[in-house]
């Protein structure tokens, strides 16, 4: 189980990892990126951690 948090402070919305995600938990508001889906369905792929560019995602599991 994992838990997904993105910085708002820090994404710059560039909308690169949401398109990336297998479980399809990132979603883009029109200005940044926000987890919107049920987290439990995570892989720990850490694929939006890699493509972001600000660091503003974090993966920690549980
Ligand atoms: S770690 Fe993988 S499955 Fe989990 S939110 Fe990021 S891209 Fe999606
Ligand atoms: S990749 Fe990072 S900066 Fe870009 S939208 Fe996602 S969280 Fe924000």
Same mark, same amino acid.
């Not at 919107?36 to 974090?58: I, K, Q, R, Y």
């Given at each position: 189980?994992?838990? $997904? @948090?993105? !910085? #708002?402070?820090?994404?710059?919305?560039?909308? *690169?990892?949401?398109?990336? &995600?297998? @479980?399809?938990?990132?979603?883009?508001?029109?200005?940044?990126?926000? $987890? @919107?889906? !049920? #987290? *439990? #369905? &995570?892989?720990?792929?850490?694929? &939006? $951690?890699?493509? &972001?560019?600000?660091? @503003?995602?974090?993966?920690?599991?549980?």
């Amino acid at each position: 189980m994992y838990i $997904v @948090a993105i !910085d #708002e402070e820090q994404c710059s919305g560039c909308n *690169s990892c949401t398109a990336g &995600c297998p @479980a399809r938990l990132l979603k883009f508001n029109g200005e940044k990126a926000e $987890v @919107a889906g !049920d #987290e *439990s #369905e &995570c892989l720990g792929c850490e694929s &939006c $951690v890699t493509v &972001c560019p600000t660091g @503003a995602v974090s993966i920690t599991e549980m």
